[in-house]
């Protein structure tokens, strides 16, 4: 039983000892670290830069699309709202972060442009 626990104390210490077993664990945990922050975390923070820079441009007269897919026109702005005109008669009011895109131009108004 001696002889195991020689053998186990010289292959801890032939690797650094308990210390360099805590630099490496650490050392893999900063790399984790560091790959979730390039893949997850950053990307999502300049998807959302991007979002308030949207909502800060939106501007009355405005054709947009909610998140729960609402096409409608831009006709009031709040501080934390906004009204949106989606059929002749009707206009419904969300919040800014519902608001997720532009709608898309049409192809029939594209060409009649050029």
Do not use: C
């Not at 039983?1 to 000892?17: E, H, L, P, V, W």
């Not at 670290?33 to 990307?43: C, E």
């Not at 972060?97 to 532009?102: G, W």
């Amino acid at each position: 039983m001696d002889n195991m626990i020689d053998i186990a104390y010289a292959q801890q210490s032939a690797q650094g000892g308990p210390a360099g077993a805590f630099f490496v664990q650490l050392i893999f945990l900063i790399g984790i670290f560091a790959i979730f922050y390039f893949l997850i975390i950053r990307p999502q923070q300049k998807a959302r830069k991007k979002h308030q820079e949207f909502l800060a441009q939106l501007k009355r007269g405005d054709k947009v699309i909610t998140s729960g897919g609402i096409w409608g026109t831009v006709v009031d702005i709040g501080e934390d709202t906004i009204t949106l005109k989606v059929d002749a008669n009707t206009k419904i009011t969300f919040t800014k972060d519902a608001i997720i895109s532009y709608q898309p131009k049409a192809k029939e108004e594209k060409t009649e442009k050029e």
